[in-house]
């Protein structure tokens, strides 16, 4: 599986936006983009995917780059609520289903 | 409708002996997933059951197993427990074949080995 690149942690104000980067040069062209995050104590919990273009759902946005190298999540409006590890995971459009690579993430903190 | 439902959510064992864990999917979803998430090696893929067959392994020992029934449950077994398999373990189901079904997660069960 192609590898993600992604910080350690970032830090942000609570109703400000965040913007989680990751890197993933090595992608193929039937990579999926997919993010998920993990609250304390929870198991993951599944946030967006895309392919090729820009996402948005209720919970988040995925900006993907042109050449699909990089892509950023963007949280509107951080909440205490947000705080949690996001993990950018890449997803063989050809493969089975269910089998996710998990990197080490990016631990969000989100203060007042 | 219910989450995936795992159990025993907290559990103690000691070294050499075996455990096993339940997982109940979402239902309607005919693929289950496990995963093993420790601090040092992180969150990893075990194995994967779509109509009780398996589908994807991980790379771990044959004393981790597993196996579907045909209510789409899973469970997981870990035979002669060593030390570094206290973890978390996770189960997910999904309901669609493609890669672009999200995977649902249970809250997990806490191993430890003593």
């Known amino acids: 599986d192609a590898k993600t690149t992604q910080p350690n942690s970032m830090e942000s104000n609570e109703e400000e936006p965040v913007h989680l980067p990751c890197n993933h040069s090595t992608i193929s062209g039937t990579d999926y983009i997919h993010w998920y995050r993990q609250l304390p104590s929870q198991g993951p919990e599944y946030v967006i995917h895309?392919?090729?273009s820009n996402v948005n759902n209720r919970m988040a946005s995925l900006a993907i780059a042109e050449d699909r190298k990089s892509s950023t999540l963007i949280l509107h409006r951080a909440t205490l609520r947000d705080a949690a590890v996001y993990y950018c995971i890449l997803r063989d459009g050809t493969g089975t289903a269910s089998k996710l690579t998990f990197g080490t993430g990016t631990r969000l903190q989100v203060t007042l | 409708k219910a989450g995936v439902t795992q159990t025993p959510r907290y559990l103690i064992k000691t070294r050499g002996q075996q455990v096993t864990l339940s997982c109940s999917p979402i239902s309607g979803h005919r693929s289950v997933s496990w995963y093993q998430q420790t601090p040092g090696q992180g969150l990893q893929f075990l194995f994967e059951?779509?109509?009780?067959?398996?589908?994807n392994k991980g790379n771990f020992p044959g004393r981790f197993s597993g196996r579907q029934f045909s209510n789409s449950r899973s469970e997981m077994n870990v035979s002669t427990l060593e030390l570094g398999d206290s973890a978390l373990y996770l189960c997910?189901?999904?309901?669609?074949?493609?890669?672009?079904?999200?995977?649902?997660f249970g809250e997990g069960s806490r191993l430890t080995v003593l």
């Open positions: 059951y779509f109509s009780e067959t398996q589908r």
């Open positions: 895309g392919l090729t």
């Open positions: 997910a189901s999904s309901s669609l074949e493609t890669v672009a079904g999200e995977l649902f």
